[in-house]
């Protein structure tokens, strides 16, 4: 049953998933592969492709709409002009690695577009980026069943335990990044709203008036 539904939507599950952001599907998959349910090259070329995909798509719209799409949510605000300062920083070092680092798979992109990091550069940077993480971390997984296998001997009996751990992991590591995020937005909207309160006390402030003699 599973390897049918492997072969009908598998290998489309997991560009969807690496098309939006997907670091535990492709984790998922390289595990899978190595218990011969999917071909690990045909994972990495496919993650690559969904990932390539879609920051490609990310930075356009960033290029085009970069402000309007960070000003939607206070954390994309916040994480954006921090990703800005990055870039500004050390541009095609963020472009080659920002998919390793988790929670900026969507922002970075959009503030890379909005940075005017030139369009030819970050095509091919972004897809050298794209490769190695998908290279890297389909092998990581691959070969994390292959030691698993090591330490408990056959697999078989315990893939959907493992499976079951994968996911939960991800939803955990998914439910971090939105609290940390909503508390991030909270903290920043309570700081501007500080802000915009003090401003109108001070325009509110009457001016001192000069005694007539």
Not at 90 to 109: C, Q
Not at 132 to 161: D, N, P, R
């Amino acid at each position: 049953m599973l390897q049918q539904f492997l072969n009908d939507f598998g290998y489309f599950a997991l560009f969807l998933g690496t098309f939006f952001e997907g670091e535990t599907i492709l984790v998922l998959a390289g595990f899978l592969a190595f218990r011969g349910y999917m071909d690990i090259n045909v994972v990495v070329v496919v993650a690559f492709f969904g990932s390539y995909a879609g920051d490609q798509l990310w930075y356009f719209m960033g290029r085009k709409h970069g402000r309007k799409l960070l000003a939607r949510k206070p954390r994309w605000q916040l994480m954006g002009d921090r990703a800005l300062e990055h870039i500004r920083r050390h541009p095609d070092i963020w472009v080659l690695s920002f998919r390793f680092v988790y929670g900026l798979r969507t922002v970075m992109p959009v503030a890379i577009g909005l940075s005017g990091y030139p369009p030819g550069r970050y095509l091919l940077l972004n897809g050298i980026g794209a490769a190695i993480w998908a290279a890297a971390l389909g092998a990581a997984a691959y070969h994390f069943g292959a030691v698993l296998e090591g330490m408990l001997g056959s697999v078989k009996k315990y893939e959907l335990w493992v499976l079951g751990a994968l996911l939960v992991l991800g939803l955990g590591l998914w439910l971090r990044r939105r609290i940390r995020n909503a508390r991030l937005a909270r903290e920043t909207c309570a700081a501007e709203k500080a802000q915009l309160a003090q401003e109108q006390l001070a325009e509110k402030k009457p001016e001192p008036t000069t005694p007539i003699e």
